[in-house]
């Protein structure tokens, strides 16, 4: 067994770290023939037997990372569809797509295997693993690092040779999308920025081909990221797509994040929604196509979430969810609740609604498309702000980034608890409720403050909302007052 490998990237909900340090070829080999023995034991199948996907993004290294992959699997006795450079929601679906005798007869792909890390900077690489169309939880994901860590004990002199296939799933995925919008975008202009990340190889064409006249920026797939880092959520990176809607009039500017499962959306006048917004739009119109049948549709959302979004569903006829914030966290969710749409402030969306259930930003772009296109013909002058007025009523404050090392979060977030709990009055505001579903929620009566640990980065995500500036501000400065004491208790070598 080596002993350079790593197992700091194996994370709640996929393989994430720096390429050359905790992601190299040597532990991605491992890993294919580890996912292997895992499909092999959930389903009993021999290796000659099971197909599994394997898509990446645009990064520099993820093409060395899917070929080391596809080796392990193959010299694993399995086999592989190779879908090259795609958007990880189309490696998702994969496992959903009907193949050609020219590939296989008759496969069934038991899993998907992406090779990206999604919005991180360049220097980063990871591995998103689906198994039976549902994305890998915690423990299985755990499952395979010990599998992975039990492979490396295992002589790899006597290979097997599984088959590797190249498909273009490219089309199939577009025929898809254009049965179920025909052409609902016609009249709709549209500005797309794919941020040179994967959404430029699908989006712009499938937006056309939806009907939408399509300004594009940025759809060459490029690993350095030359233009901006392909972060949506991150606001700062929307500039240019911000002017480029102002400056052709468009009816909707689409931002992507590095691998297309998560999206931005800037309106009309310039705006960008923050992903509860997104997510509110869209439940609204779920909502009220289930409501006819009298039908109170399950929408999920995570606990960063403006409680407007939940107070509106519930108001409106759905029924709200909060959960923890991570794509594996809410399709588990969506899964234990029959939630039928869920999404999170990140901008991740997943339609069970006349979809599939996984977070796909270019589908997620055209349902956008198809509301703002079903309101025009009601009132051709309907900006998207129209339906976001609840949002006017309360001041919610941008998503604050709070470094802390991985290794010391956990001791910060309990010194906290016995902070709050022993200064309980610290906020100036009576504290209704504190929700521990992830991180603290504290709620007030006017609004709530949040903390919670990223699961990709170094750093807590802040958050805070009241019914006025003033407050939200000032539940801001107490949190950053409360966690500088607190941090300041340990070592400069420990926090910085």
């Not at 070829?25 to 009993?44: N, R």
């Not at 941008?398 to 309980?424: A, G, Q, T, W």
């Amino acid at each position: 067994m080596t002993n350079t490998i790593s197992f700091s990237a194996f994370g709640k909900n996929d393989i994430r770290g720096v390429y050359g340090e905790d992601v190299t070829e040597e532990l991605f080999y491992y890993t294919g023939k580890a996912f292997v023995k895992y499909v092999q034991d959930k389903t009993g199948l021999k290796p000659k037997d099971i197909w599994l996907s394997v898509a990446r993004d645009a990064r520099l290294h993820s093409e060395s990372l899917a070929k080391v992959l596809i080796k392990g699997i193959t010299h694993m006795g399995a086999n592989v569809i190779n879908l090259e450079l795609v958007p990880t929601p189309i490696g998702y679906y994969s496992e959903f797509a009907v193949y050609p005798d020219t590939i296989a007869q008759d496969v069934n792909v038991q899993g998907a295997l992406i090779v990206t890390a999604s919005h991180n900077p360049p220097e980063y690489n990871g591995l998103k693993m689906t198994f039976n169309k549902s994305s890998l939880n915690e423990d299985e994901i755990k499952k395979v690092m010990n599998y992975t860590k039990e492979q490396m004990n295992i002589d790899t002199t006597a290979v097997k040779h599984g088959e590797s296939r190249l498909y273009n799933i490219i089309p199939q995925y577009i025929d898809l999308m254009i049965s179920k919008f025909g052409r609902v975008g016609e009249g709709i202009k549209v500005v797309v920025d794919s941020a040179n990340g994967t959404a430029g190889v699908v989006a712009p064409k499938l937006y056309s081909d939806i009907g939408c006249e399509v300004v594009e920026l940025y759809s060459e797939p490029d690993g350095n990221f030359p233009n901006h880092h392909p972060n949506p959520s991150d606001f700062s990176t929307l500039d240019d797509i911000k002017k480029k809607v102002l400056e052709v009039k468009a009816d909707i500017g689409i931002a992507f994040d590095g691998d297309s499962d998560r999206l931005g959306v800037i309106d009309s006048e310039g705006k960008e929604l923050t992903g509860d917004m997104l997510l509110y739009i869209y439940a609204g119109d779920v909502i009220k196509d289930l409501s006819v049948r009298g039908e109170k549709p399950i929408v999920v959302s995570e606990v960063k979430c403006s409680q407007v979004l939940y107070d509106q569903i519930e108001k409106e006829g759905g029924i709200a969810i909060m959960s923890k914030t991570g794509h594996g966290f809410i399709k588990s969710k969506m899964r234990e609740t029959g939630a039928i749409l869920a999404g999170e402030m990140s901008g991740h969306m997943f339609f069970k609604d006349r979809y599939y259930g996984f977070d796909d930003a270019v589908y997620a772009g055209c349902r956008i498309i198809e509301i703002i296109a079903k309101n025009k013909k009601i009132n051709p002058n309907f900006k998207i702000s129209d339906l976001l007025l609840p949002f006017n009523k309360v001041c919610t404050l941008e998503e604050m980034r709070y470094k802390c090392p991985n290794d010391l979060k956990k001791k910060v977030l309990d010194e906290f608890s016995k902070y709050i709990n022993e200064h309980d009055d610290i906020f100036g505001a009576k504290i209704n409720d504190i929700v521990t579903l992830d991180g603290f929620r504290i709620i007030f009566s006017d609004g709530f403050a949040l903390i919670r640990q990223s699961n990709t980065e170094p750093v807590f995500t802040l958050r805070f909302e009241a019914k006025s500036h003033a407050k939200a501000v000032k539940y801001k400065k107490v949190m950053i007052s409360v966690l500088d004491e607190i941090t300041g208790k340990f070592s400069e070598t420990e926090v910085k």
